[in-house]
């Protein structure tokens, strides 16, 4: 770590503001922390069991669904030195604590913790809620770096889809049922009923034990304490043995480059040949596209995207549904959030490709027609994607009449963003994990530049997306013509924004030819 | 501007990164039809000079020309006629072999009939037939680097510019691909590449240039080059000799 901040100094300067952010939530914790002391002993263990929950929940899911943000060591680089995984885990485990998410996290624990101050058995119970805090602040991070070698094991295989596909149709149902029971008995009877059921059982599990376990001291049972305890330093062991035994399977066995597929008939002049019609794309869009559906398809590194660019819009929406119920117009809203998205997601769409930049510089194809090609193929997921959402949210609703209206707005959010990530793409490419390298993490030296690219697809995607999606807010206030003009709006805004996006970032691409290679390697 | 009788022409070269200066003012006109061996220490600017010379890298300063076309300038007449291997570029790997080179034929504009007879071709000559359903990322290096040849070779180029060609590639391969190279050149195609196998390059190659700290040390007929001695003697004397002749003595068994 001090050899990296030394050579990449935007790192440091990274690493400052995410500890400057850290300490200056510090305050509004610490109110919070303060005003939940004063409650109950009951109420004090239910919200802390939610919250550490919903903590240890987001350390498995967050570095899986937002790809690019585990900066922490991948064992596979030293798998060339031979060091055994024996000699390798502490540095691994010290690494890993020393993270800025480990050591805000350890603080926030603390200061969970810290709330137990004030019940009888004083001593004790604040000993125990720190011990607790502790120890699911280790099995936090241990979870989190097992997750991400196993993910990236489980992308590598065939079975990967049909592995994502189950968790998916899993989540999906979850949302469902707790939306449905929170429309049948109310969402206040279901805070009272399910979830406070649920917050019981999860006090008596590793997940959220060690919060639970200062609750039963403060009644004055110290073995209730004792085990919840166990059950979670038991668990970060075990954790611990599953990470190791994930390392040693990392070093010796390589992520499965291609999985020894074979092939029989040739994707490119299959693509030349097809005939559509209406479809008059130049022979670099046609294979291009195939090319880069080809790499949405198998590469572990898109599948990964594809997974979070859904799977986060979903799941936070399904949370909205289960709190504020389905019937509200804000529904249309989740459509939107999922274009943007993915638009968003896409602003560093080359880097992804870096490997066959050089294939286009030789052969001097067209700029536009690649754009054009690599567009289409993210289009091709993403489209339905959102379209599905906004039939999901009409049939929600029951508003099926701005289904039109709604979907084309969508589209053009997405057109306008995917047309802003190519010409970011090509603008301010930065490094990402190689083709074989783990989708998770994040390329070291290029915390700065990434910073700097998110940041500005972020200004050009708050400015364009807004002119898109006004007329269809104009339309649920006003009625009448502004839905057929967030219709035309929308379909307008997105043709042009992806044709236009992808005819600059073209030009950009051939001006930019000589440079490109060398900001990827 | 050279006449089109010289295949690739650099004029001028420099390239710095940071505090290195990679190439130096580079000037070199490689005669149509000629096989060309450019030699160099590790470090020397061969890659880099050969990445400006295929419109890989933006030189800082220089001219390349590719039979009297600049490069740079009409790269739409230039580059059509280089045929382009590169060292230490990943190629896309998620294509199987005989795609890639599909991919590259139609990317240089070939019709898709042309397409697959020439893909056939090239996965018979350099005995890729196995190859032609599998993964690039499933391929060895020696594999990696065939189709990357084939890769350049299916638009039938003027100039082959190939960058450790033989690198990883084993011995049947390996005189695979000089029988089509040597075919190349007779037929008036011109070749130049990059080695580190001083046999190799005196094997092949009728003129050679050995580079040294982004500089041309030695250019010409491989004859007047080597003079009375062999290739490797007149590059370590250019080149200079390792610094210390330290004895490991601690890496003796016995």
Known sequence: MRHQFRRDWWRLLFVAAGAIWSV?????????????STRPYDVKEDALVAVGTVIALAWVVVPLLATGVDDSLDPVRFAPWGIAPRRLMPGLIVAAFTTVPAIFFGMLAGVMAATWRGESHGGWVLAVAFVGAALSLATWVASARLATLWATRLLATRASKAVLGGLAIAVVALIAVTAAAVRSDGLESFLAGEVATALDALARTPWAAGFAAPSAVALGQPWGAVWRLVIVAAWFLALVAAWRSAVEHSLVNPVSRGGGTLRTQDGILAAMERK????????????????????????????????????????MGGIAVAALGSRGPWLFALPIFLAVTIGWGRHNDLAYDASAVWLDIVSDVRGADVMRGRLLATAGWAAPAVVTMCVAAAALTGRWAVLPAVTL????????????????????????????????????????????????????????????????????????????????????????????????????????????????? | MPSDATALALRGLRKRFGKTQAVDGIDLDIPAGSFYGMLGPNGAGKTTT???????????????????????????????????????LRTFDRLTGGELISYAGVLRGLDPEVVRSRRDDLLAALDLGTAAGTLVADFSAGMAKKVGLACALVHAPKVLVLDEPFEAVDPVSGAAIRSILQAFVNSGGTVVMSSHVMALVERLCDRVAIVGAGRILAEGALNDVRGAGDLEARFVQLVGDVGEQRDLWWLRQS
């Open chain 2, 50 to 88: 050969l990445s400006i010379a295929t419109g890989l890298l933006t030189p800082d300063a220089g001219q390349v020309f590719v039979h009297g076309v600049d490069l740079w300038q009409h790269p739409e007449q230039a580059k059509p006629m280089l045929g382009v291997l590169p060292d230490g």
């Open chain 1, 276 to 315: 559509l019609p209406g479809w008059r794309a130049t022979a670099t869009t046609r294979v291009v596209l195939a090319r880069s559906v080809r790499s949405w398809r198998i590469d572990p590194r898109y599948v990964s995207q594809v997974v979070g660019a859904v799977a986060m819009p979903t799941i």
């Open chain 1, 409 to 521: 707005a969508a589209l053009g959010a997405l057109g306008v963003g995917l047309g802003i990530a190519a010409v970011s793409s090509v603008l301010l490419p930065y490094r990402v994990p190689a083709p074989g390298e783990s989708p998770f993490g994040a390329e070291t030296g290029t915390i700065g530049a990434s910073l700097g690219a998110q940041v500005a697809s972020s200004l050009a995607t708050g400015v364009a997306v807004p002119i898109v999606v006004s007329p269809l807010l104009a339309a649920f206030v006003w009625g009448g013509v502004w839905w057929l003009v967030a219709a035309v709006a929308g379909a307008a805004c997105g043709v042009g924004g992806a044709w236009g996006g992808t005819r600059a970032a073209g030009a950009l691409y051939e001006r930019r030819q000589g440079r490109l290679i060398g900001m990827f390697s």
């Open chain 1, 24 to 36: 200056s939530v510090i305050p509004s914790l610490l109110v919070a922390s303060h005003v939940l």
